[in-house]
């Protein structure tokens, strides 16, 4: 979690920083320098778990958890509703969306699954809630699991769901001061 990413594109390389490791600059590209990335990331990664073996790209399409091109739509409301429960401010970063929307009811936006909707002049369409995994109890700041995020979900909402996956009907431009609208 802790992870900040930078890319160069003219030199197409990537720049790895972590609180606990000295930057590590490589082109992930270039498989000869796969190595020195498996190398800085191994003593980051979870003995118990699934270890970093390869990059992979994919060409035309971005890299998401689902097998679908997705937007992981999230509301501060459901975050602040969450961050009360569980009696702390849990950072945004945590849950590692896309786009952030505010002045909803708390989890309006669970009610969206095969609801069209407009931001700006993109149409979207909600597919899924977001299951939640391990990964949000880890502070963004130092890695460290530190919060059961998975924990208030199940006993507040009895799910752990946070935010809506959604697939863009129709390109357009976003910006900040857009609202939704429900098509």
Request: glycine share 6%; charged share 25%; hydrophobic share 40%.
């Amino acid at each position: 979690m802790a992870i900040e990413a930078k890319l160069d594109e003219a030199a197409q390389a990537l720049t790895l920083s972590h609180p606990n490791r000295k930057d590590f600059t490589f082109q992930p590209d270039d498989e000869r320098q796969l190595s020195g990335f498996l190398a800085w990331v191994k003593p980051l990664m979870p003995t118990d778990r699934a270890q970093s073996a390869r990059i992979i790209r994919v060409p035309e399409r971005g890299s998401t958890d689902t097998d679908y091109p997705s937007i992981s739509i999230n509301s501060h409301a459901s975050l602040r509703r969450l961050s009360e429960s569980m009696g702390v401010p849990v950072s945004p970063l945590r849950w590692r969306g896309n786009i952030w929307l505010d002045d909803l009811e708390p989890w309006a936006e669970h009610n969206w699954i095969d609801q069209r909707f407009r931001i700006g002049t993109v149409v979207f369409e909600g597919v899924e809630p977001v299951v939640r995994c391990l990964a949000t109890t880890a502070n963004p700041e130092t890695g460290e699991r530190d919060a059961d995020t998975l924990g208030a979900l199940n006993d507040g909402w009895n799910h752990q769901n946070f935010g809506l996956y959604a697939r863009v009907i129709q390109s357009g431009e976003i910006s900040i001061e857009d609202t939704l609208e429900l098509l």
